[in-house]
């Protein structure tokens, strides 16, 4: 993840990032540990949050595109067997700008390989940092 | 990608951390943040 190379800037910005993933917290638990990530990591299992946000969901047809299947074909081709996926292979993730419970920003994904650059969410946190500042000061 | 401005509130979301297990209150913590929510396990 890009943003974990960012984290200068981000502590500059007294800001922290927070992943969610809807898996079980175990299988969540090693994706953390192989990402070395240095902030929380969450379970959100019942997808409350995903819903609270209205991610959306992908169509068929985006997620199992032609390369997809194709990397599906050359693992059976290796004799190597890929796991069947277990979750929701529709769900779509985001990003979303938060301060004390209050989402001040929301960029949904509309595709599979569709991601919000770090630059631009880096320029929403110091957004939203400059306006609760202001509204601090007022 | 869309963009979206939110009045969104995350009252009553609590998450469970995957590390430690403790609960966190996403209607209040934290001061600033960016949640990235990812897709299914890869």
């Keep these: ?138 | 990608m869309a963009s979206a401005v939110s009045g969104l509130r995350l009252d009553g979301i609590v998450l469970t951390d995957v590390r430690d297990g403790t609960d966190v209150d996403l209607g209040r913590w934290p001061p600033l943040g960016l949640l990235t929510l990812l897709r299914h396990r890869y």
């Design chain 1, 1 to 138: 993840m890009q943003v974990r190379e960012r984290a200068g800037e981000l502590s500059a910005l007294d800001a922290t990032v927070v992943a969610v993933g809807f898996s079980p917290p175990e299988a969540l638990a090693e994706l953390a540990d192989q990402l070395d990530w240095p902030w929380p990591f969450l379970s959100d299992t019942e997808r409350v949050l995903y819903q609270r946000l209205e991610l959306p969901s992908a169509e068929r047809g985006q997620v199992w595109t032609p390369e997809t299947k194709a990397i599906y074909r050359r693992a059976a081709a290796e004799g190597k067997r890929p796991q069947r996926p277990v979750e929701d292979t529709g769900q779509l993730g985001g990003d979303a700008v938060i301060a004390r419970g209050d989402v001040s920003r929301v960029f949904r994904t509309r595709s599979p390989d569709d991601r919000t650059g770090v630059t631009e969410l880096l320029a929403a946190l110091a957004e939203e940092r400059a306006r609760s500042s202001s509204t601090h000061e007022a």
